[in-house]
């Protein structure tokens, strides 16, 4: 590739420290692939994800390791040992032990998970889960921690196939274990939305001698939910900037524009140096192929509802003949039923019944596949098996195949398509009493969470072409224009 200016500053800067604001779609891989080519050190490339790390390992010459965190910690940590068996924690079975009602065992999970992901060598009070429905008269922070440590023992023993070594265990042992990288250089991508414990493994090899860049775009930061951080914060040196995409036109760019100037005042313009396309409104339709993005899972099936038996429909989060959550749904849907024979997922079956998992599922701390099936089995009840069928009728193994795309928003993170559109189950940007804009704020009545214009800007600029708004950003549009 030819660097623009932009990309030419990150590619021959000698800085200890390197932190790169990458806009959507500005070649921050690109970027670094032509950096690793005039810097020819040992390097590591800490991807976001799986198939970040195999993409990157066709794209970055040989003096570059590309990895994710959590393979050096597997194999520094599982290996060959055999010690560990990996798994999920289950609330059932730790709710069993200490005869706990599941609820109180959830929040023993949440809380071990809480001190796994963070920087933090003990667990203390800091990581306990709060009481969010206010269930217990009294503070219950000590009786939590103390389970939580408990738990976190046998985990840690390795010896009860019940309570097996999760993901984000092995990560934190390795962290605990202070790793020394012996690498010149330390690429962490996607820094926006890095775990604490991640940060901590990162930020630590700058002792050792190793320089560290940082990239990332902290108006892609979109899983704060579950605690990740903007790790370009924790890095003291000025920041390389790029704004100029090669992803989209001038169109798709200026809606960036509008939702960044209008919400953050980002006064810095992201410059769309693709092919000219086109902002839809109204009634006005695109051609397929298309995407549909949508904020969750629940309304990416009543999308597929609406569509099956009339459209080839493809989604890149499931197996072709499924849709993400089809068994969750049907598990659920016999729960309701009262079939407990048909319930294929054994932890589900610990429900007595479904109004038990209904409750459970409104204190927020219910696995987020039951949430979305039993937002399904609401809508649609004993309509379910018709509609999950009728689906699998209409799906493809491969997007070439079909007339249109299904993905959430979350999914589509680093993906792109020529057409897509956004659907109306985004937060809402404007006061339904009063119809005034709202702005940055943690209450969702009546201002909209960051994260949440975060995840709009994300899903826009996944449009190569053309883009058609939901309603509330296209009648953002309006008013900017």
């Known amino acids: 590739m030819t660097p623009t200016k932009e990309q030419q500053a990150v590619v021959d800067a000698t800085n200890d420290s390197l932190k790169v604001i990458a806009f959507a779609g500005t070649g921050k891989t690109a970027t670094f692939v032509a950096r690793s080519h005039v810097h020819q050190e040992r390097t590591i490339y800490l991807a976001f994800n799986k198939s970040v790390e195999q993409e990157a390992k066709q794209r970055f010459p040989s003096n570059v390791l590309a990895k994710t965190t959590h393979a050096l910690a597997y194999a520094a940590i599982i290996g060959g040992s055999g010690k560990y068996a990996l798994g999920k924690l289950s609330i059932f079975k730790t709710a069993k032990l200490y005869r706990l009602d599941f609820y109180m065992a959830s929040l023993i999970h949440k809380t071990i998970e809480n001190f796994c992901n963070s920087a933090d060598f003990d667990m203390t009070k800091e990581h306990v889960a709060p009481d969010a429905i206010g269930r217990y ?7 939590v921690l103390d389970f939580a440590k408990k738990v976190w023992a046998i985990v840690l023993d390795g010896k009860n196939p019940d309570f097996p070594m999760p993901h984000s265990g092995y990560l934190k042992l390795y962290q605990l274990s202070q790793p020394v990288l012996h690498y010149a250089t330390i690429m962490l991508d996607e820094a926006q939305d890095t775990n604490p414990v991640t940060q901590d493994i990162v930020l630590r090899q700058a002792a050792h001698g190793a320089r560290v860049l940082l990239a990332g775009d902290p108006y892609q930061q979109i899983y704060a939910w579950r605690g990740a951080v903007d790790a370009l914060q924790k890095v ?43 902002i839809l409104s109204g009634q006005a339709a695109l051609t397929p192929p298309t995407t549909y993005l949508s904020r969750t899972n629940a309304h990416l099936f009543s999308q597929a509802c609406v569509m099956a038996g009339r459209l080839k429909i493809f989604t890149p989060s499931g197996v072709y003949g499924t849709l993400p959550l089809f068994d969750d749904v049907m598990n659920v849907y016999n729960l309701w039923r009262g079939n407990k024979s048909e319930i294929r997922d054994p932890e589900l079956k610990h429900f007595e019944d479904y109004w038990e998992l209904l409750e459970f599922v409104k204190t927020g701390n219910a696995d987020p596949n039951y949430n979305v099936a039993v937002a399904v089995v609401e809508k649609y009840q004993a309509g379910v098996p018709v509609q999950i069928e009728n689906i699998r009728k209409s799906l493809v193994p491969t997007p070439e195949q079909a007339q249109v795309t299904l993905i959430t928003a979350h999914r589509a993170k680093g993906l792109e398509w020529d057409n897509v559109i956004l659907c ?54 309006k008013i900017r224009s």
Do not use: M, W
């Open 137 to 143: 008269e009294h503070d219950i922070t000590e009786v």
């Open 236 to 278: 003291q040196a000025d920041p390389y900037y790029l704004t100029q995409s090669f992803r989209f036109g001038p169109e798709i760019a200026s809606v960036a524009n509008v939702i960044l100037g209008t919400f953050f005042g980002e006064t810095r313009s992201l410059e769309g140096l693709g092919q000219a396309g086109e």
């Open 424 to 477: 109306n189950d985004f937060c809402p940007l404007f006061d339904e009493e009063t119809g005034k804009l709202k702005s940055i704020g943690p209450d969702r009545k009546t201002h909209v969470p960051a994260d949440e214009v975060n995840l709009l800007y994300v899903a826009a600029t996944r449009a190569k072409l053309n883009l058609k708004p939901n309603a509330d950003l296209e009648q953002l549009i």
